[in-house]
């Protein structure tokens, strides 16, 4: 099946710092998701980017579908932003997303 | 508009057990799905409908069951509840689940002892 890797899995940040987030795909998509998980664990859809670029607020997100490589930006970071943020992709053929592993951010004031 | 809804928030159960984790949508969309995310890694999938009366086997549907008799409802069931089953189980939908943005509802935590 579709692989999914994120790198950092951790990052440190200072409030008020920007950050990049990577995904790495094995296989092409038909859908592309960006969630943040909070603390609490519920899951917050950020993006649905298949391909292109896509911006709110503070935080933008671009897809390369032909090299397979998703990006999240994270601007002006705050403390509320902490929480894991994991991408997930629809492997051509299948109706379900695989996530990968997350990326654990923690923003400190 | 509710959105996905899932009961209970929190259940604790006794290995042999069995039970039913509900979610519902009112979105009126086709697909829904389980997932389980174990500590530390991302969601797995379960199993997943793509319309009523049409339920197929995810990455790790062992010890699972599910049915979909009308659209609004996909309820899990465990049949023989195990230690290894103690997850936190999400419940998903979207309009058609080809290509479309999926939704989560809010988590059930298992534990099994």
């Known amino acids: 099946g579709i692989q999914v890797e994120q790198s950092p899995p951790d990052l440190i940040l200072q409030e008020g710092a920007n950050s990049t987030l990577r995904c790495n795909f094995s296989?092409?998509?038909?859908?592309l998701q960006w969630f943040h998980q909070n603390p609490w664990g519920q899951l917050i859809n950020l993006f649905y980017?298949?391909?292109g670029t896509k911006q709110n607020g503070r935080l933008s997100a671009t897809t390369v579908a032909t090299e397979r490589y998703s990006l999240l930006y994270i601007s002006s970071s705050q403390t509320t932003d902490s929480g894991v943020y994991f991408c997930?992709?629809?492997?051509?053929?299948?109706?379900?997303?695989?996530f990968g592993s997350g990326t654990r951010l923690q923003v400190q004031p | 508009n509710a959105g996905v809804t899932q009961t209970p928030k929190f259940q604790v159960l006794k290995t042999g057990q069995s039970m039913t984790l509900q979610c519902a949508q009112d979105?009126?969309?086709?697909?829904m799905s389980w997932y389980r995310q174990d500590p530390g890694m991302g969601l797995r999938l379960i199993h997943y409908?793509?319309?009523?009366?049409?339920?197929d086997q995810g990455e790790v549907p062992n010890g699972y069951n599910v049915s979909r008799s009308t659209t609004e409802d996909f309820p899990l069931r465990l049949l023989s509840a195990a230690p290894s089953q103690t997850s936190v189980y999400f419940c998903?939908?979207?309009?058609?689940?080809?290509?479309?943005?999926?939704?989560f509802g809010p988590g059930t935590r298992l534990t099994v002892t």
């Open positions: 409908s793509v319309g009523a009366g049409i339920t």
């Open positions: 980017i298949p391909s």
């Open positions: 296989d092409s998509v038909n859908n």
């Open positions: 997930a992709v629809e492997g051509r053929g299948r109706r379900a997303l695989t």
């Open positions: 979105m009126n969309h086709e697909y």
């Open positions: 998903a939908s979207s309009p058609f689940g080809g290509a479309d943005e999926q939704y």
